[in-house]
């Protein structure tokens, strides 16, 4: 074993520069009920800070998940730790018999705002899967297949797979045409594009989300998102989101966010299914004050 079994890296957050979402499959499919997308995505800078080690020296996994000291929200979190997807990652790769006798110390400082549309416990997900592959390499020389990776993410939640890229470093994936149920059509090159993330001060459950768009549901429209991806630069006229109407139904509020960037010519849009907006750019000052008098926390950013 190498004489630092340890690998420290940020589990960076992602956005839907184009989401179509197709209508739920019947009863009958294996997957009935879910919903088939084309998206495509991109990994931002902003990311929660992990440290992950193989320790032989203890028994046992510990964990250890806060939100960052810099962060508003506080240090303890609101969920079960057995419902923290960075914790269900080392779990379901101990169950595959992975780590064999290796014990984990697995160290997560949350900075990506839980229940927004950025990914943040899946990118944390896809993470560990990643680093905890590099160190039983190094322990072990045997090498873990990206493919098994992919299976264990899948088992986890439809955008952890996008966060598993063993050709990128960890916590960085390379952007992604993402079809199906979460599967990786293919990598893309990276963009660039500032940001600024407006989180109001409140959350969209998904699954009211996607029960608002199966009352309306729309086509799948494939080539729609490619050619989104294809303009070279970025085309904001050809970003879109199929969720944003439906999360708009679910959180009213939402619509004052969008209509106060759109007084201050801000193009924006929902991410993913909310409820963070996505403001292409930086805000100017009258805009932000509004938005911070609705609450709403302002992160400038940008794509990685």
């Known amino acids: 074993m190498p004489a630092d079994p340890t690998i420290s890296l940020t589990a960076h957050a992602k956005?839907?520069?184009?989401?179509?979402?197709?209508?739920?499959?019947?009863?009958g499919e294996p997957h009935a009920g879910m919903?088939?997308?084309?998206?495509?995505?991109?990994?931002?800078?902003?990311?929660?800070?992990?440290?992950?080690?193989?320790d032989d020296h203890h028994t046992g996994d510990r964990f250890d998940i806060t939100w960052a000291d810099d962060t508003p929200t506080g240090k303890p979190i609101d969920w079960a730790l057995?419902?923290?997807?960075?914790?269900?990652?080392?779990?379901?790769?101990?169950?595959?018999?992975?780590?064999?006798?290796?014990?984990?110390?697995?160290?997560?400082?949350?900075?990506?705002?839980?229940?927004?549309?950025?990914?943040?416990?899946?990118?944390?997900?896809?993470?560990v899967l990643c680093a905890l592959a590099e160190l039983i390499e190094r322990a072990s020389g045997e090498p873990i297949r990206q493919a098994a990776l992919h299976e264990i993410a899948a088992t986890l939640g439809s955008d952890v797979t996008f966060f598993v890229d063993r050709g990128a470093p960890a916590g960085r994936p390379r952007p992604a045409l993402v079809g199906g149920l979460g599967e990786i059509e293919r990598r893309l090159e990276r963009r660039s594009l500032a940001l600024t993330l407006v989180c109001?001060?409140?959350?969209?459950?998904?699954?009211?989300?996607?029960?608002?768009?199966?009352?309306?549901?729309?086509?799948?429209?494939?080539?729609?998102?490619?050619?989104?991806?294809?303009?070279?630069?970025?085309d904001l006229d050809l970003l879109f989101n199929d969720l944003q109407a439906p999360a708009c139904l679910v959180q009213p509020g939402l619509e004052a966010v969008l209509a106060a960037l759109a007084d201050a010519g801000v193009p924006a849009m929902v991410s993913g299914s909310g409820s963070t907006v996505l403001a292409f750019g930086r805000l100017p000052a009258p805009a932000s004050g509004v938005l911070i008098e609705l609450g709403c926390r302002l992160l400038p950013t940008g794509l990685v």
């Open 15 to 27: 956005v839907n520069l184009a989401l179509s979402v197709g209508p739920p499959l019947p009863q």
């Open 35 to 54: 919903h088939p997308v084309a998206s495509w995505m991109h990994a931002i800078a902003l990311g929660d800070d992990i440290e992950i080690t193989l």
């Open 82 to 127: 057995d419902d923290d997807l960075a914790v269900r990652a080392v779990r379901a790769m101990r169950a595959r018999e992975l780590l064999r006798d290796h014990a984990v110390r697995l160290r997560v400082r949350k900075r990506v705002p839980a229940g927004g549309g950025l990914g943040g416990g899946s990118g944390d997900a896809g993470a």
């Open 200 to 234: 109001p001060p409140f959350g969209c459950p998904t699954g009211a989300v996607y029960r608002a768009y199966d009352a309306s549901p729309g086509p799948l429209r494939i080539a729609v998102v490619e050619r989104a991806s294809a303009a070279r630069p970025i």
